[in-house]
């Protein structure tokens, strides 16, 4: 049963409602939920945003007007999932939007350094750049210029990469800190890619396609229903077969993609159909098992890479239906299935870099760190830990 929204008297008389022609809907963009956490950090914008109501406009929130209880609203309407209804800014004024969100997003980063100086600052900021082709790919549609963002997101990620157990670390200790800076596809990406690169060694062109695959991995996600898609409770057998469908959605819209120009490989198109297959068998949507180098029935290398990724992307965030887990749970989580679910020879190198970042960071915590007082002393570190030597003093 559809469920559409109506816009009611009283609101066409206090809003600006205007009707829209079929080409006038090529003018506006779609906006996503996510992006309105980030709008309730600023205090002005400098652009209207809007309700689309089939064919009507109504102009809901502008620079005087605008206030955090009008973005509830919208939150609180987008949240029913109605049909006929997107919340939208004209084409002309998303580079607007896109400076705003990337400015409360470094702020952000800042604050979560000062909070925890644990965390790497390059991780962070790479991620800042994945999230943003994330966030192109999901609200843009795969067109050639989302898709050569997304490249050179990748690229960016291979060409600057990290040691693996800083990057797993701040990833984890991130979205455990500030869950709204958290984006599933950047942090699958980025894992993907220090899993190619850093732990199988695989030559940099592998390991930046295997990270593309993690950007595109849940596009399929578009196309499911915003009821089944954040459902708080457990699928129901029907519900669950429609949510299995975004592994062939998404692969048809890469494909679609493809064949309109978009510099998307057949094999990070892969991806998006395999990331729930399963090593011994038993995955959707195909029942592949194995590797395709093996076997006609395999499962591909990227997508085995990202389904690693994905997994362990997937325990750390905090979702609808379940809580946040850390990085101790998610990996004793994954151990229960890795027999059945992951390649062993890139599970095993994985499980060993996690374990590694977990040692590394609980070391760090372990060490006294200096403040403000500390200013102009030194500091040595050896087997007892870090501990100041002397004050350095200025010569008279």
Wanted: charged share 30%; with cysteine.
């Amino acid at each position: 049963m559809s469920n559409v929204y109506r816009i009611p008297q009283n609101i066409r008389e206090r809003f600006k409602v205007t009707a829209l022609k079929p080409d006038d809907l090529s003018r506006l963009r779609t906006l996503g939920l996510e992006h309105f956490d980030y709008l309730k950090f600023v205090s002005k914008i400098n652009f209207p945003i809007y309700f689309r109501v089939d064919f009507e406009l109504l102009e809901f929130i502008t620079p005087e007007n605008f206030s955090h209880e009008l973005l509830d609203r919208i939150i609180a309407a987008r949240a029913r999932d109605y049909d006929n209804l997107d919340i939208c800014v004209k084409t002309t004024d998303y580079p607007k939007f896109q400076i705003l969100v990337q400015a409360v997003r470094n702020k952000k980063i800042e604050s979560l350094l000062e909070r925890d100086p644990l965390l790497d600052r390059k991780t962070l900021e790479i991620f800042s750049n994945l999230s943003g082709a994330s966030e192109m790919i999901v609200r843009g549609g795969i067109t050639s210029l989302v898709a050569q963002q997304a490249r050179n997101a990748a690229s960016q990620l291979i060409d600057n990469l990290l040691d693996s157990h800083v990057a797993i670390g701040t990833l984890s200790r991130m979205v455990m800190a500030d869950s709204t800076l958290y984006d599933h596809s950047a942090s699958v990406a980025m894992l993907s890619g220090i899993i190619a690169r850093n732990l199988m060694g695989l030559s940099r062109d592998d390991a930046e396609r295997c990270a593309r695959g993690g950007l595109y991995h849940d596009v399929g996600k578009t196309c499911i229903p915003n009821d089944i898609l954040n459902k708080p409770g457990k699928f129901s057998p029907e519900e669950f077969e429609v949510m299995k469908t975004h592994t062939t959605l998404g692969y048809q819209e890469l494909l679609d993609a493809m064949a309109s120009g978009a510099p998307i490989e057949p094999e990070v198109a892969m991806v998006s159909l395999e990331h729930h297959e399963k090593f011994m068998g038993g995955g959707y949507p195909l029942g592949k098992l194995g590797r395709r180098e093996d076997r006609k029935d395999g499962i591909s290398l990227y997508a085995r890479v990202v389904t690693i990724a994905d997994v362990y992307s997937a325990l750390l965030m905090k979702r609808v239906y379940k809580e946040a887990y850390d990085q101790d749970q998610t990996l004793e989580i994954m151990r229960k299935t890795a027999p059945n679910d992951y390649d062993p020879s890139i599970w095993s190198r994985f499980e060993k870099s996690v374990s590694k970042s977990q040692a590394h960071y609980k070391e760090l915590e372990s060490r006294p760190i200096p403040n403000a007082s500390d200013k102009g002393r030194i500091f040595i570190k050896d087997g007892n830990g870090l501990r100041p030597m002397h004050n350095l003093k200025k010569s008279s």
